[in-house]
Nanobody, 118 residues
Framework: QVQLVESGGGLVQAGDSLRLSCTATIRAFQSYTMAWFRQIPGKEREFVAV???????SYADSVKGRFTCSRDSAKNTVYLQMNSLKREDTGVYYC????????????WGRGTQVTVSS
């Protein structure tokens, strides 16, 4: 059974940093594209970042230059390093996994809350 478990969320001040982790119980982790999404109350879930099977990355414009997505296949874990956090980064952050390329995700975690205060 596939499980994705996010951790590392919390309450921080604007300008601070956080690192989110997502550990996957999944066979052949290295064959999955891994992504981060977030959801703010009242809004639709939105794409944040993705790391491909080969390690290539892509980011939403709103986080480019501040967030870094990476993966450690030895630990079945994907990370989201978030620097220079802003209030508008507040939301529930979800990890997702897909066996193909960008944009198609079969598995989702339950999310971790990130709250940025001014």
């Amino acid at each position: 059974q596939v499980q994705l478990v996010e951790s590392g969320g919390g309450l921080v001040q604007a300008g601070d940093s956080l690192r989110l982790s997502c550990t996957a119980t999944i066979r052949a982790f290295q064959s999955y594209t891994m992504a981060w999404f977030r959801q703010i109350p009242g809004k639709e879930r939105e794409f944040v970042a993705v790391v491909s099977r080969g390690g290539g990355t892509s980011y939403a414009d709103s986080v480019k230059g501040r967030f870094t997505c990476s993966r450690d296949s030895a630990k079945n874990t994907v990370y989201l390093q978030m620097n220079s956090l802003k209030r508008e980064d507040t939301g529930v952050y979800y990890c997702a996994a897909g066996p193909g390329g960008y944009g198609a995700y079969d598995y989702w975690g339950r999310g971790t809350q990130v709250t940025v205060s001014s």
